[in-house]
């Protein structure tokens, strides 16, 4: 029980990030901002929400699992930021808001 | 529990589905690209949720290849339409 | 376009990676059965705690633990400093997302973007990686480009200190690893 509940709150919580995340998104003026956003609000989404799925699942593959494909997630989102944030520097903005 | 895993996963695929207005908006190909950072990430999160409440442990592959695919997806975008950067094939 | 061409060179420019010397047998003994652990408890996690097919995994870790020590030899990482690297990337992870989720949520949105320089002194090829991809998770900052010795870094606000946080993080990725 006391498990669920913290599996409860720890899953809101990354609700909170990945919809903090999306407001910036669709918020901030340029596309660094939102590079910005993104990566870090929606990594810490993703992270709380796996923590969360820890408590409710029950064994230790489980668990290894959720954090291998967490860390993968990471890994992957902070290159694509890294990827794309380069990318930006070298395309002559075009068209800016 | 379970309709708590529900609601979330319904949660977390509206902010997809904001984040599609940034890719119909653009105004960039980055901007565009971002977004399917946003799918990527998200999408992980859902299908992980899912597993969780469906009980069905094998979605869970499903979110690995997830997390798989958003890397090979940015890395291909930033190949292919980079200007004047025509050099494959070495390090990353 | 010089600039242009150098700009994939992540873990240092071409001429500066070197073949390290020879590790004795006995080092390479342990990074290769470190490796097969490591490996062993990644196949065991994604099979599902389940050992059926052990055969197969037994094949699949091997190849993993041999095909790695072709392509990524020993990496001198120094395993003990990574409980106080942990919580340090936690803690400012989570500074980063409150940091950036406040801004969005906050009416105002106050941004003050701009560009900063940032001379990286750490010569280890998977510690400028780990130090590119930490600095993208740090609050209000993200690596835009890393051309031999300087990092190009988008800073979210540019009135922050941020010189000093990066130092420090510099300082502890080096803990990390053996040079």
């Not at chain 2, 997809?16 to 992980?44: C, E």
């Not at chain 3, 389940?50 to 995994?57: E, F, H």
Request: proline residues 5%; positive net charge.
């Amino acid at each position: 029980m006391i498990f669920d509940i913290l599996s409860i709150i720890l899953c809101l919580a990354g609700a909170f990030f990945f919809l903090g995340g999306t407001v910036g998104l669709l918020r901030f003026p340029d596309n660094y901002s939102r590079l910005h956003a993104l990566t870090k609000a929606d990594n810490l989404g993703l992270g709380f929400i796996v923590l969360g799925l820890v408590f409710a699942s029950a064994t230790l593959p489980e668990i290894i699992k959720l954090g291998l494909i967490w860390l993968l997630a990471l890994v992957g989102s902070s290159s694509a930021c890294y990827f794309i944030g380069n990318y930006i520097y070298h395309t002559p903005s075009q068209e800016e808001e | 529990m379970q309709i708590f895993y529900l609601a979330l996963a319904s949660f977390l695929i509206l902010n997809i589905l904001a984040g599609l207005w940034r890719v119909i908006q653009g105004p960039t190909p980055a901007d565009r690209m971002v977004s399917a950072q946003l799918f990527g990430t998200t999408g992980v999160a859902i299908l992980l949720v899912l597993a969780q409440a469906l009980e069905a442990p094998y979605i869970r592959n499903a979110a690995l290849l997830f997390a798989l695919l958003m890397i090979m997806a940015v890395l291909s975008f930033v190949r292919k339409t980079a200007p004047q950067q025509s050099q494959a094939g070495d390090e990353k | 376009m010089k600039e242009r061409r150098d700009t994939r060179t992540w873990s240092g420019s071409k001429n500066q990676v070197q073949r390290r010397p020879r590790q004795g047998f006995l080092a390479g003994a342990r990074c290769f059965a470190f490796r097969l652990v490591l490996f062993g408890v990644v196949w065991w996690g994604l099979a599902g705690g389940s050992l059926q097919d052990w055969p197969l995994g037994l094949f699949f870790v091997l190849a993993a633990a041999v095909s790695s020590m072709f392509l990524v030899p020993g990496q001198n990482l120094r395993l003990p400093g990574l409980p106080a690297f942990i919580p340090f990337f936690l803690h400012l992870s989570l500074l980063g997302g409150l940091d950036v989720t406040s801004r969005a949520f906050r009416p105002s949105m106050p941004l003050k973007t701009g560009i900063i320089m940032h001379r990286v002194r750490l010569e280890h090829p998977t510690a400028r990686v780990l130090f590119v991809w930490v600095v993208s998770l740090l609050p209000g900052t993200a690596s835009v480009q890393l051309v031999d010795q300087s990092l190009r870094i988008h800073v979210l606000d540019a009135a922050q200190p941020h010189q000093d946080r990066l130092k420090d993080l510099e300082k502890r990725i080096q803990a990390l690893f053996r040079t």
